[in-house]
């Protein structure tokens, strides 16, 4: 018998070992493959520290669906996460809190203005228009203004005195011939200079030019002593004032006494901003004359219906956007008006007697 070699034996067992290891070790690795599609079943990272991008992809095609990168994931889900708080340069996002950037809200800041009234790019979208501005009388004093459409918010102040006996002192705010609301404050001396009451009133109007007027309620008085100011500001959809000139006024319950908002003559602007939004209203006793012919004209679309509160609150019309009518047995009538539609609508109640 031929002697075995003790140190084969140990450098084959060796060997062996070795093999066996390396063969263990590559079953275990997994090949991520350029230009095709791969699978994972547990998370991949990679981890360095380097002084640079720890990864980088370029892709130098110029064709319209070219990117760098695609994150696809879940329905509501997000496609990344980020552990800083650090702005990112140059990123270009298109919705921000589920805002698109031009409607973006902008918190507890002043909103920057352009030379042409416009709100800045980044700030809320929409437009201001200065009519007067701390401008002397005499009152009326008008101005025309031109918008896109939609809603707006119209401010007015100024000022007056009382040449006889204390009382309410102010005045109307007008579009296009229409009250929209009053500046007004009480005065308890006589010929005392008193500033009316910041009136700020949101309505909905049509694209095109429009005429803004101020005018001085009955027994307010003027000199060069008082300043008169306005403002048309347009507001986006997304921020829309909202309500309109008679709010809360949903019920009967809540009628708003519309003789303090227009005088007989005059007009005013209210809105349905939904199908199932309706408004009610009052012109009391106090408002008409006795024995008068009273003439009631809705415009803009909705229809009213008007009760007889002398008459135990009686219905005397119904779905209608005109009413006549005459009870010299009263001292003067007494109506709520109901106004409604079947979608959003601006209209305009006037009301007058003869």
Known sequence: ?????????????????????????????????????????????????????????TNNSGGASATALGLSVAAGKPPLTVSSNTKVANLNADMVDGFEAEATPVKNKLLPLGSSGQFARGAI????????????????????????????????SGSGYRQTNEGTIGMRVNIDGATLGVART????????????????????????????????????????DYFSATVQEIPAAIGA??????????????????????PGESFYANLSTASDQDWFRLPSDCTIATATIHLVLTGGP??????????????AANVTSFDHKDPTFGGDDFTIHVYSGGPKQYKFTWSFT
Do not use: W
Request: aromatic share 4%.
């Open 1 to 57: 018998m031929q002697g075995i070699s003790l140190k084969g034996i140990v450098v084959g067992a060796v060997v062996g070992a070795t093999v066996a290891a390396a063969t263990t070790a590559l079953a275990a690795v997994h090949v991520f493959n350029l230009e095709a599609s791969n699978t994972a079943a547990a998370k991949t990272s990679v981890t360095g520290s380097v002084n640079d991008k720890l990864l980088q992809l």
């Open 125 to 156: 979208p929409g437009k201001i228009t200065s009519l007067f501005q701390n401008q002397r009388g005499p009152l009326p004093l008008s101005g025309t203004f031109t918008t896109s459409g939609g809603n707006i918010l119209v401010t007015a």
């Open 186 to 225: 009480y005065t308890n001396e006589v010929g005392s200079h008193k500033a009316f009451v910041l009136t700020s009133v949101p309505l909905a109007l049509g694209s095109g030019q429009h005429t803004l007027s101020l005018e001085l309620l009955n027994l307010t008085a003027q000199n060069s002593g």
């Open 242 to 263: 909202g309500g309109d000139l008679l709010e809360p006024d949903d019920t009967q319950a809540q009628q708003v006494d519309a003789c303090n908002t227009v005088g």
């Open 303 to 316: 229809v009213m219906d008007v009760f007889d509160n002398n008459n135990g609150g009686a219905q005397v």
